[in-house]
């Protein structure tokens, strides 16, 4: 039986630009930073150091895949949990994150979708008060 999730991967074009993207706009931990072997370096990021599921920026050297990045057709790749939604819109929005759309009502809450530096979408939550 599947009992949780523990990673996505995110297509990036440059890992060290993705990683300052990541841990000094989004303000997010780095999980692990590996050289494997030649060409292969693991390095994954989540919003803390407590977070079970991490990203793995996943770096994409073919410059026709590197074309799509950014394209997915999906609303947003993932979708991260807030516990003020305000507050960390303006944060991030004064970081620099660029947003899609200010903080809105969306079914069981509030959401506001942002870009990373590649145009990978991803959604800002806050779920009502129960």
């Not at 919003?47 to 991490?54: D, G, H, I, N, Y």
């Not at 895949?65 to 950014?70: A, D, T, Y």
Request: proline residues 6%.
């Amino acid at each position: 039986m599947i009992i949780k999730s523990r990673q996505l991967s995110i297509p990036v074009k440059e890992l060290d630009e993705a990683r300052e993207f990541y841990t000094q706009t989004l303000g997010f931990a780095i999980r692990a930073d590996i050289n494997f072997s030649p060409g292969w370096r693991y390095l994954t990021v989540a919003p803390s150091k407590e977070c079970e599921t991490v990203l793995e920026l996943h770096h994409v050297d073919d410059p026709g895949k590197q074309s799509r990045i950014g394209k997915s057709p999906v609303m947003a790749l993932v979708m991260f949990e807030t516990d003020d939604i305000e507050r960390d819109y303006k944060a991030m929005k004064a970081r620099g994150v660029s947003f899609l759309n200010e903080p809105q009502e969306v079914p069981g809450g509030k959401g506001a979708g942002f870009i990373d530096l590649y145009g990978n979408k991803f959604d800002l939550f806050q779920p009502m008060e129960h």
